[in-house]
């Protein structure tokens, strides 16, 4: 095999091996890409992807750039707690609703990018919705409003 035979085998399997590999690890584990489901708050249709284990729910949208026209992602925890979030990491800007085990939204807030600032669930909360930041203000989405689609309820 001459120079460029090897060079271009160990290119095809270097480019094999790298098809194998996980999309992201955490901590040394393997973080799947979330699943992706359509919500809806009164009449706004969303896109979330769920972030329902502890690595997804880790990474979150850090290092995201952008999101797409009504997009976001939506946290699950096994059980309404209360919850706090922060956004290390993330460079956009984001805005939160913590909702209850019921899809009532317990409180909104706004985060700022690369912020160590925590955000905390007015109540036990089983799910927290990230948006841009602004999304449920410019659509009149208010604490006490119901989100519909929610997993495992």
Do not use: K
């Not at 085998?9 to 901590?27: N, R, V």
């Not at 939506?74 to 922060?86: G, H, T």
């Not at 919705?129 to 495992?152: A, H, K, S, T």
């Amino acid at each position: 095999m001459n120079m460029s035979q090897r060079l271009l085998a160990l290119l095809s399997t270097l480019l094999l091996i790298t098809a194998c590999l996980p999309a992201q690890e955490q901590d040394g584990q393997a973080v799947a890409d979330p699943a992706v489901i359509s919500l809806r708050i009164g009449d706004h249709p969303l896109t979330a992807e769920v972030a329902d284990t502890a690595p997804l729910r880790a990474r979150g949208l850090m290092f995201r750039e952008s999101l797409p026209p009504d997009h976001g992602m939506l946290f699950v925890w096994e059980q309404p707690e209360p919850v706090a979030m922060w956004m290390l990491n993330t460079p956009l800007p984001l805005s939160v609703a913590f909702i209850d085990a019921q899809g009532r939204i317990l409180n909104i807030a706004r985060m700022q990018p690369h912020s160590r600032t925590l955000h905390h669930s007015a109540g036990p909360a089983r799910y927290a919705l990230e948006m841009p930041q602004g999304w449920f203000e410019d659509r009149g989405i208010p604490p006490g409003d119901e989100v519909r689609g929610l997993p495992d309820r």
